[in-house]
């Protein structure tokens, strides 16, 4: 049975014998939401002080926030502090795209310079703070902004700029940062494809919760995943060879690197620990259905199991 995660209805299956598993969707979004959002050792708070921004507080809450803070808290050291730096790089990207949004001369010049630079013109999107996908989101088009956006972050440190902005400062983003984001988001994109599939209405989607859940699974376990250097970079998936070409010849790419590593570990725990209760006995109402047929992700042991539990 398909359950939400209170605590009353976990009890209730428990205690019934009831083969259950909670909200799939809700799942994901405990292991990435503290990530964002999470106020691990008051780590938005001072983010916030230190760069002097205000993080959107409006918009609908998805989820309870005392739960993501309570899982956030529970994190060691290691995996707090790079929490710490995602939630200050993340905080200076928000104010700079809350400015850009409220201000009609600042969106006219970061078209100027996307025009210049022949970068496809896109606005930038602000995120809601109680979802996750939408501040994954937010960091994608980001980074597609990346070189007007730096453009324009010159021009407002210049005389002329400081003069037609009037003097209006804003936080910078180095190469190490933009390598931190470009690698969260794409160890966090197998996250948001998922939940985008499993959030359909127009179509069955428990169908395709054991197989998506299984690829994060293999993406999150492969070991040499962020092990890229330029001997082996041809043998890198897509968003780990990009990485590498556009962020190796940084001397901070390697501790960037060693960050996403514990990312990557950090992600996968909390993934096994909410999916653990997600047995593959179930496999078979997969197996069976035509649709998943091309996914081509299961194995031999998978399609016997499956076939033992049907």
Not at 67 to 84: D, N
Not at 139 to 152: A, E, G
Not at 297 to 306: E, G, H, L, R
Request: charged share 25%; proline share 3%.
């Amino acid at each position: 049975m398909s359950r939400d995660n209170g605590s009353n209805i976990v009890k209730a299956c428990r205690d019934w014998g009831i083969q259950h598993f909670g909200c799939i969707g809700h799942c994901l979004h405990l292991i990435v939401g503290p990530l964002f959002i999470g106020r691990d050792s008051n780590n938005n708070d001072e983010a916030e002080s230190l760069i002097d921004s205000n993080v959107v507080e409006d918009g609908i809450v998805d989820y309870d926030m005392e739960e993501i803070i309570e899982i956030s808290q529970s994190r060691v050291q290691s995996e707090s502090l790079i929490a710490t730096k995602i939630v200050f790089v993340v905080t200076k990207l928000r104010k700079i795209t809350k400015y850009i949004r409220s201000s009609v001369v600042a969106k006219e010049k970061l078209a100027h310079y996307q025009n210049l630079t022949g970068t496809k013109n896109l606005h930038v999107e602000l995120d809601v703070r109680t979802r996750w996908n939408s501040t994954y989101k937010m960091l994608v088009n980001l980074i597609r902004l990346k070189t007007p956006l730096k453009s324009f972050l010159d021009y407002l440190t210049s005389p002329e700029g400081k003069r037609e902005f009037s003097r209006k400062t804003l936080p910078r983003i180095d190469e190490k940062e933009w390598a931190l984001v470009n690698g969260v988001c794409m160890l966090l994109q197998p996250f948001h494809k998922v939940t985008s599939i499993l959030s359909g209405e127009k179509y069955p989607t428990f169908i395709y919760a054991l197989p998506y859940l299984h690829s994060i699974h293999s993406f999150l376990s492969n070991d040499n995943l962020l092990n890229v250097n330029a001997n082996n970079v041809h043998d890198a998936t897509v968003g780990v060879k990009t990485m590498f070409e556009t962020y190796g010849h940084d001397p901070n790419f390697q501790e960037v690197m060693g960050d996403l590593k514990i990312l990557q570990k950090l992600l996968f725990r909390e993934f096994r620990t909410r999916f653990s209760s997600l047995s593959n006995d179930i496999m078979w109402t997969t197996t069976l259905d035509p649709r998943c047929r091309q996914l081509m992700i299961f194995t031999s042991k998978m399609f016997k199991q499956a076939d033992a539990n049907r």
